[in-house]
């Protein structure tokens, strides 16, 4: 029997291992030197924007919409197909949430739809590059400018994709990563936020630790109302290791890429009518690699198990938010982004991270075919 094959796992090597130790053993262990040092590297990855971490990507997501002064009262427009963080970020500060459908090609944001979603209330646009695949930069803010609206880019999966040859976080408004192990460069947990001015990164910075602003050697104020947010050194130890690799990584993950495409592109895997991503070698950063189950007797429960029988693990990103109960209740039905719904129910993510091999890759497409044959 062939080792199980996850869905994703995180690739640690031994520096970075032995890093952490250093952290661990120096004494000072919370937000501190290491912190500072991934911040300066994230800031020359973006162009030199100003940059803070934070301990979530969904605490990164939730500073930047107080930053961009979104409340209650404001409108936010956003994917129903994303991780439900990207929305409930936008509840907890008050403010409503406007899906919009999908493109089924793409499985982004459609673009057009929101366009045509904006109303009075309307102050940010939210799209998530979803499996790293970004959503069109021209056009988004194209469509921001003309409407004066605050960009928010969930960028949680797109660390290391591009947008014709500029990497994302190197333009546009405020850009949100994460850095949830199962992303393409981790800290355990944590995120990143890509900002305007060094204004915003001051504010940023007292949202993220009880609003505390220190002068000298005891001065001490509060002015604004934050939370408690701060990244560890340890965490940032983990982050600057693996940022080191990002390219390697991305690289990596592309030519698995590849190989799926040449191995889907078989006559009896057509034969079975997935639905495939975009072929896209040179934007993405293939987070994540996931096909679109065709809608037949096998459900896509009965799929994974069969998969996990024989060894592969497999998961959904994403079930359709607007179709969760607490949505629901806010108003929302089926039947509202069927293109989303679609998605939803039949979406599978197969193994994709940097230390799998090609042989990997063969065994997941032939066990695919074994179970949606039968
Ligand atoms: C992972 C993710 C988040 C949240 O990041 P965490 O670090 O898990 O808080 C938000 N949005 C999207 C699209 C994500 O994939």
Known sequence: MLPFLPFTRPTLDEETIAGVGDVLRSGWITSGPMVRELEAKLSALFAGRPVRVFNSGTATLEIALRLAGIGPGDEVITTPLSWVATSNVILTVGARPVFVDIDPVTRNLDLDAAEAAITSATKAIMPVDLAGLPVDRDRLYQLAEKHRLRVIEDAAQSLGSSWNGRPIGTTGDLVSFSFHPNKNVTSIEGGCLVMTNESEAKLAEQYRLQGVVRSGYDGMDVEVLGGKFNLTDVAARVGIGQLARLDEFTRLRR???????????????????????????????????????????????????????????????????HLFTLYRGLGWHMGDFPHAEHAGRNILSLPLFPTMTATDVRRVVDALHNVLQA
């Open 255 to 321: 030519d698995l890429a590849r190989e799926y495409f040449q191995q889907l592109d078989r006559p009896e895997i057509h034969a079975l009518g997935l639905g495939l991503p975009v072929a896209d070698f040179t934007q993405s950063n293939w987070h994540m690699f996931q096909v679109i189950l065709p809608e037949i007797s096998i459900s896509r429960a009965e799929v994974m198990g069969k998969l996990h029988e024989l060894g592969i693990g497999t998961g959904v990103h994403y079930p359709a938010i």
